[in-house]
């Protein structure tokens, strides 16, 4: 029998644990690397001296063992100590692995590993499968599954590399973002396949036809699947619900120059507004802004990844327009500091805002640009009613 080895991965509450659960109930073997790290620390003297040497001492429990706790604060966000450790505990894990797997005699084995595919022990699988499903939903899961605070959630998500890069190597991608059954759904799909597989591996050989068969016919060419239809933007204002989306898409934006609290985004809701512009489930734009005596204003405008700015971007930006110009605003002002991602200034030039001074400009305009201006910002402005201004 050909032993299935299937390599299952994922960022932090993307369902993986359901996935390997199922697995374990159809008769898999199952292996928790993160089970197998936390074994190393409680119970192999080696590895805990070395982790000792290299973190201090004070890492330990009276018995010897590595309080995760502690290690955790000196490692967690520091990438030059998260690879000290990793260089430790990385090899004796996939050492305990490799025996593990082959001293099974199970059809298939399921190893679950949230770095499965950021370091060698990829290698001896057969096929990856990866679990991924929106910001939001690992936001809420780590909030209300494992008691952590948002902030504490927000943080372990965000120093998590992108999901992307995982689903980019899988063979196997299981969207997690709906319902449990949805997920096992599609699990106990690819499921079916393993069952065909292995049935086939550890069937005889088939015996040669005699020269007298003659040759089944070839089987039709299968016809090709239609193309994709394109996904459409939606642009939408921003519920609560939708707040921690709006908080990890502008951290992601900024790099983390900007990290806004939860309590100023939903005031920001109750008295200004944001638009959001997505692709299916995928938030990639959100814009602050507001209207005020005859005048729009764009206060905040966050796009991630850069290159959305010529989807969801364009789209926000052209919902504003036509917003405030049925509301008959005179003009919309965008206020661009210095933390706005993408190429916010173009996109505004394609829309025809101007970077142009006031000279010329009504009193009420020019008045109304002074109570509305933030500090340090660069102004472009849309004129929405020339007859007004001429």
Not at 66 to 89: C, H, P, T, W
Not at 212 to 237: G, Y
């Amino acid at each position: 029998m050909t032993q299935k080895i299937i390599g299952l991965t994922g960022n932090i509450a993307t369902g993986k644990s359901a996935v390997l659960r199922f697995a374990a109930e159809r008769g898999a073997h199952v292996i928790d690397a993160d089970k197998k790290v936390h074994e190393l620390l409680n119970t192999n003297s080696d590895i805990q001296s070395k982790i000792a040497a290299a973190f201090g001492e004070d890492i330990r429990d009276a018995d010897g063992a590595i309080n995760r706790a502690v290690l955790g604060r000196k490692v967690f966000g520091q990438d030059d100590e998260m690879e000290k450790l990793e260089a430790i505990l990385h090899p004796a894990v996939r050492a305990t692995i490799e025996q593990e797997v082959d001293a099974s005699t199970a059809a298939v084995v399921v190893i679950e590993a949230i770095k499965l595919l950021e370091g060698p022990l990829s290698e001896l699988c057969t096929a990856v499968w990866v679990t991924h499903c929106g910001k939001f939903r690992q936001l809420q899961r780590l909030i209300v599954a494992r008691g952590m605070n948002e902030d504490e959630a927000f943080d372990r998500i965000m120093k998590q590399n992108p999901q992307a890069d995982k689903v980019a190597k899988a063979n196997l991608v299981i969207d997690t973002s709906g319902t449990l059954a949805d997920t096992l759904k599609q699990v106990a799909a690819a499921w079916e396949t393993i069952g065909q597989v292995a049935a086939v591996a550890a069937a005889p050989a088939p015996v040669a036809p005699t020269p007298a068969t003659p040759k089944p016919a070839p089987a039709p060419a299968a016809k090709p699947a239609p193309p994709t239809p394109a996904a459409d933007v939606i642009v939408r204002r921003a519920r609560p619900s939708d707040i921690p989306s709006i908080m990890l898409l502008i951290h992601k934006a900024t790099d983390g120059k900007v990290k806004p609290k939860r309590a100023e985004i939903l005031m920001s809701l109750s008295e200004r507004g944001y638009l959001i512009g997505q692709i299916d489930s995928e938030i990639s734009t959100v814009a602050g802004w507001y209207t005020d005596k005859g005048f729009a204003a764009i206060e905040r405008f966050y796009v991630h990844p850069a290159e959305a700015m010529e989807t969801t971007g364009k789209a926000v930006l052209a919902e504003i327009g036509k917003t405030a110009n049925e509301l008959m605003c005179e003009a919309i002002f965008a206020f661009i500091d210095s933390n706005m991602s993408g190429d916010i200034k173009g996109a505004l030039t394609n829309e025809e805002y101007l970077t142009e001074g006031d000279d010329g400009w009504p009193r009420v305009w020019k008045q109304a640009l002074k109570e509305m201006e933030p500090e340090n910002v660069e102004v472009m402005t849309k004129k929405l009613w020339n007859a007004r201004v001429a």
